[in-house]
DNA sequence: CCTTCAGTTCGAAGATCATCTAACTGTTCG
DNA sequence: CGAACAGTTAGATGATCTTCGAACTGAAGG
């Protein structure tokens, strides 16, 4: 059976502004968010980030509850990717005012 | 004697992006910043929240020192404002994204 | 099959946070 | 002066958050 479940994330026009700004309010987040911003798709040992893989594993849940992230198995691996472009339906020019990037 | 004292708030390059996330990342603060957009400066009391006066004092003092609001003396009054132009320069677009309007 | 690997879940610890009441500071006005 | 007013500070409480190590799950590979 080949699932491609989708791990728990709100559709689109539920993100909450509330839910984004908390998830971005943390500087490890905002490293994962940066670095899938430049990036792209990656798994999660494929990140920067210097805490342990339990925190990173929180820290994804965080922000995929947030609806800023998308994660999805493939195989051993979990490949996280950025919601960019549901981000900017919802929020337009967050990112880019954020990060100080375009949008791809 | 007139003291004009303002009170403690980053200058505009030393606004740091998970200050600012964090003083948005809350419903309250949200609703300040949103009736500051809308109406411009006000004294705490002209504000519609429903929290006590001295939590209002608490998230005051949380935008003010993430960068977000400025605070004067005036009289018996302590009038607070949007930094909007600074908070433009440092991050673009900002303001509009997350609360879908233009800035003023 | 059994080991390794990628990542999550489960407590737990310590820090930070939002909120309140009560007491305080400083200003205005009668 | 003395009372009323605007707002802050202090201290407490309960909730939430970040972090970790240890144990777990499920897939891949020898």
Redesign the pocket.
């Known amino acids: 059976m080949v699932?491609s479940a989708v791990l728990p994330s709100p559709p689109t026009d539920d993100i909450d502004v509330v839910d984004v700004m908390?998830a971005l309010?943390?500087?490890?987040?905002l490293t994962i968010v940066r670095q899938l911003l430049e990036g792209g798709e990656q798994?999660?040992?494929?990140f920067d980030v210097?805490?342990?893989?339990?925190?990173?594993?929180?820290?994804?849940?965080?922000l995929r509850e947030a609806g800023v992230i998308d994660?999805r198995?493939q195989?051993?691996?979990?490949?996280t990717s950025l919601r960019s472009t549901d981000l900017e339906t919802r929020f337009p020019g967050l990112l880019t005012s954020v990060f100080g990037v375009v949008h791809a």
Do not use: I, N, Y
């Open positions: 699932h908390h309010a943390d500087p490890t987040r798994a999660c040992g494929g210097r805490v342990s893989a339990s925190t990173l594993s929180h820290h994804f849940k965080v994660q198995e195989g051993r691996h979990r490949m």
